[in-house]
């Protein structure tokens, strides 16, 4: 037999056997194992394992629709177990259920094989009372006495296998109230296969779709939200522990994969996770719709949309005291942000967050902004960093970077805060700080730093404004500058092209190109002064106030504060500045210019008691202040102030050179070189403010010329060397130089301390010793000197005229030992000037002058006194030894008046003459006051033809000669008021012998007697000389003094004549310098 | 002979009336002096010790501010030595011609006279 009908036997013999056996499970299905037989079968089957009762509607044996394993068809399966609460008595309630057991397993192997399983458009109620009480223990209680558990776990079925489990169109309800839990899934479509070896069980879970809502605790966490799960999972039944495999699930439409493992730990009452995820990106709005109700209110108003992804792990313990550690990490893109609380709306927000916590230890919990940004619709921001302990005191760890449109943020400024922001500011902050420092301010905790650059910036708040066009600021909070040790608490460097700052109708500060370093100790420490270091350069500043304004061209500088530092624990400044111009102004009066200007300054102890020590250096000044100007150049100013609270010291040192000192329109002082050191000490217990500032140093000055319009010409001072303390004023040196006038001053200013306590005299002690004096000059020079001028009229027309007479000093006492070599007076001159003025307590000495003139030899002594402003006393006792009589009378014209004989005599005289008088304010001579004695002595004298001589001669019968000699002539006369009378002198001319005596008036009338008492006629002639000069009489008398050259025919009168004479010489000769 | 005696006779004659006896001096109680004369707005102070002192009020002076002299009176000569501060002596003769408590009267040679009324003491 060939193959092919071996083969073809055999398929037939298989047909046949299918065919049979076919038929035979048709028979079976349909005629032994019939429903009718079937449901009654199991209904009585299950009412031996169900406690509750059932509802079976027909039982069906299956084959085909379970091919190729018989199965059983339920419909209308119900159990019915009420209890009280319970959402339904219907525990269950499902029109299909299919399953399929493997029978022959079951009974060889002990195996449970269920296959197929399917459960449809059921309904499922279980429910937990607050008792515990459930409706799902539907199993009859095992009567059988419980062995000792010899095993772990002992199932009925050594292996189950679960194969195609399907659930569709379930509705699942749960609700435990001991939970507080409620459970409600709807349209639940589920595949399940499982095996089950041990308490193992493998198994896959297949959620195709439900919608579920879930409470808790009265919160509803899921209301009719899309579950969706597919996942491969490792069942430990006895340990209910659950390892999941990749699996995937969703929420409505957030759809994440998973894997990890879950346990319940009963025996810590605790659950132990391990679950790793990552989502694929969903909406946010899905997100937040997922936040429960009673957390709601967190987001409410916000508005936020965009996608989200989020991939992390859930490890740990979850139970009442403690939660997993999560570590998640979400993605944030195109977000969208509208907040009723912020104005502006953002949009295309990025961002990537890490969340790692455990929600329980605050330490190693955090939260990472590994980066976020968004816009507004004019600025652009983002950050980065981390915050942790979110369960205590908050940690801020950011960078935040933006580029902002003010104008935006206007909105969000509070309307009562008057402020107005425009500009763009950009750049990066970097913050680190706890929320409790922040609230407390403890900023010297925190840390700030970062770089902003502000661009067409402009902020007005109130009054006060500031606006730059570029200007960057970096800051670093603390100091970034770890080698400066005493601002630690913030760095900061402004750099600006231009800034402006001011207040409206105020004050304006205007910087160009600024660069300011600032480096600070904690300014919130109010306990003391933050300290600081600053440097600071400028290519200009301007700023003004009013009418005052100040512009600095290239001012730098470096400014150091710190308190309480330092080898001497004091507080310090120290200030180094510098400028190449500065000008300031106040209105249009007031100037000051300064040229490559530097300032250092060190104030230590400024707290307390400050010590100063002050430098300055400029290489030009000027000052302007009405028509007064003050220019300096190549100035240096030093000055060292201690103890300023207490009894200030100061140390004052003053260089300068081409001082330059216009005072008004026509008054000037001119300085080449000019040197001052000075101590200076104060005295606070003094009321007197010259007794309170106690000087003493010295001066050096060089080639100074003083202008004034009060003064005829100008004063060269070539040099003032003095030193000068409290009580004394020594000057060493000084010379000086007026028109024709050089003279030198040396000597001593005494007692200034106890003349300021009015406790004796201010004494002057000088040298004054000149090559050549002109005295007019120096005269018109000091006249009128105290004195107020009356009004200009006057003031031109006489410099020397005064409205008011000069009022010698009182409580002085100067001494002025003068030597001058050549002293003009007018046309006259006079040589080798020794003698002293003094000047003493209201009174003014000239103190036996000694100077010789063309004329003659001189010794002079005057006294000006001012007792009271309208009694002025003007002294003098005048002695002149060889005059010529010419020179005399025309030195002194008055003599002509007294005695109009004098000029009519030619020769060499000593003339004497003491005078004085007080005068009125406007120097008059008081007439009553008026006192004078004279004496002239002359010898070998020549008699000159002249009218009153030849009148004289002619009467007395003189043979007139051109010029006859006289032996002497010697005469005394005085002055009293208006009353001058001339003593009875003799003239002797060759054989005649004249007598002449008689009285002047100031209106000048006279009445002389002369008397002829020798000559060769044989008796005497007397004339009387009496009127005027234009009315002159001359006629004889009786001779009056006939026997004046014969003492012993001397007549009384004549004696007393003599008497007194001899007293008014000798009282006159009592003066004279041997 | 006879002419020649009479104009002897008539020269001596001349010489005797041109020198006739001066009159006897008067004299005057200094004592009378001392103390304060006024003569309008001048005054004049006389002390014991023969110092004395002279003031104008018209010219704004004041007895604290009166110029001193001394002064002497030997009978009818009444002698004031102005003294000068400065130094010098102004000395001023007068003839009195009346001296009486209340009244003093004086003159110069040059026949300026001055009429005094005491004021006190």
Known sequence: MSKKKVFKRVGIALAILLFLLITAISIAIWFVFTPERLTPFVRKQAAKYITCKSEIGEVELTFFSTFPRFGLKVTDFTLINPIAGAQSDTLVNTQNLIGIVDVGAWWKRDELVITNLQLSNGVINAFVDSLGNTNFNITPPDTIPVQPDTTQSEMPFRFIDIKNVELNNISLSYIDNTQKMLADIKDLAVKFNGKLVSDTLNMHLNVNDCVMSFSYNGEAYLKNTSIKLNSQAKVIISKMFVEFGESEASINDISLAFRGTVENDAVNNRINTNITYKSNTFPIPSALALIPPSFQSYIEGVDLKGIASSDGRVSGFYSDSVMPLMDLHIIMNEGELKYAGFPLPLSNMKGDFVFYSDLTHDDITYFRINQFSANTPQSSFGTSGIVNHLFSDIYCDLTSNANLKLSEFAPMIPSDLKMKVNGNVKGQVRTAFFMSQMEKMLLDKMRFSGSVTLSNFDVIYDSIYMKTDYSTVDFSMPNANTSNKISRFLSSKINSKTLEAGTINGYRAFLKNALVNLETSNVMDTTKLPDVTCSFSLDSLAASMDTMKVDLFKPSGNLTMYSLKGSNKQDRILLNYSNDKMEASMGSNMLVKMNKAKLNADVTNFMASPNIKIDYAGSNLAMQMDTNIIKMDEGRVSADVVDYDTKPKIKFAYAGSNLDMQIGQSNSVKVSKIKMNSDIANDPTQKDIFLQWMVKGFLDMENGVISSSMLNESIEIPSVKMDFDPQVFNIKESKLKIDKSDFSLAGTLSNIQSFIKKDSLLRGNFSFISNQTDVLKLMNLTSGLGGEPSDSISQTASDTTLSSAYMVPKGIDFILHTSVKKVLFGNEIAKDITGDVRVKDGILVLDDLLFTTPASKMQLTLMYKTPRKNHIYAGFDYHMFDIEIDKLIKMMPIIDSIMPMLKSFKGTAEFHIAAETYLDSMYNPKKSTIRGASSIKGHNLVVMDGQTFSEIAKTMKFTKKAENKVDSISAEFTVFKNEIDIYPFMVVLDKYKVVIAGRHNMDMSFDYNISLLESPIPFRICVEAKGTMDNLKIRPIKCKYRDLNRPSSRMVLQNKQLELRKLIRESLLKNVKK | ?121
């Open chain 2, 1 to 121: 002979m006879k002419r020649i005696i009479i104009c002897l006779f008539a020269c001596l004659s001349i010489a005797l009336i041109f020198n006739s006896c001066s009159k006897d001096e008067e004299s005057f109680d200094e004592s009378l002096l001392v103390g304060r004369w006024q003569s309008g707005t001048l005054y004049e102070k006389y002390f014991e010790n023969h110092t004395g002192a002279t003031w104008d009020t018209s010219d704004d002076v004041t007895e604290a501010e009166a110029q001193e002299f001394t002064w002497t009176l030997d009978k009818s000569d009444l002698t004031q030595i102005h003294i000068i501060e400065i130094g010098g002596n102004v000395p001023k003769y007068y003839t009195v011609t009346a001296l009486t408590s209340t009244t003093l009267k004086y003159k110069d040679d040059f026949g300026v006279s001055h009429t005094f009324t005491k004021i006190g003491k």
